[in-house]
């Protein structure tokens, strides 16, 4: 049971996971600054771990495996991509940006997927 219900938080926190590492990588991208009242080093921690977890939190033939799968491997695109960007001298991150053919879920996009999601269905064999 402690299984199902660590699933059903995974479930959960996908999608806002995936709000919270879409504005990291506009961020990243120089599309829009987050907000000042919210550390980057610290979400960036945050995340990672939940990733990490998304890594053992189901199991194949689990409701949420493929859930668990698609995020976890999205997720860690993106935070590699975050954290992977060296600036050439006389470059800014955006430059560096739109010179790359960088798509984190080709051909998925992150925030269609989520927003697309139902996540009704995920979680309704889940029902106690």
């Known amino acids: 049971m402690a299984r199902k219900l660590q699933g059903c938080a995974a479930e959960a926190h996908v999608e806002v996971s995936g709000a919270l590492i879409t504005a990291l ?3 990243a991208r120089g599309v829009q600054p987050l907000p000042p009242t919210v550390s980057q080093s610290e979400l960036i921690r945050k995340l990672s771990v939940f990733v990490s977890d ?3 939190v189901a199991r194949p033939g689990d409701g949420n495996y493929d ?3 698609r995020a976890h491997k999205a997720f860690s695109d993106i ?3 975050v954290l992977d960007v ?3 001298q006389g470059s800014s991150n955006v430059e560096l940006f739109e010179d790359r053919e960088f798509d984190a879920l080709a051909p998925m996009n992150i925030t269609d997927w ?3 999601m ?3 269905a995920t979680t309704d064999q889940w029902a106690f």
């Open 54 to 56: 998304l890594e053992w």
């Open 118 to 120: 139902d996540w009704a």
């Open 114 to 116: 989520i927003e697309n």
């Open 67 to 69: 859930l668990c799968k």
């Open 79 to 81: 935070l590699d991509e």
């Open 86 to 88: 060296r600036p050439l």
């Open 25 to 27: 990588q506009n961020q």
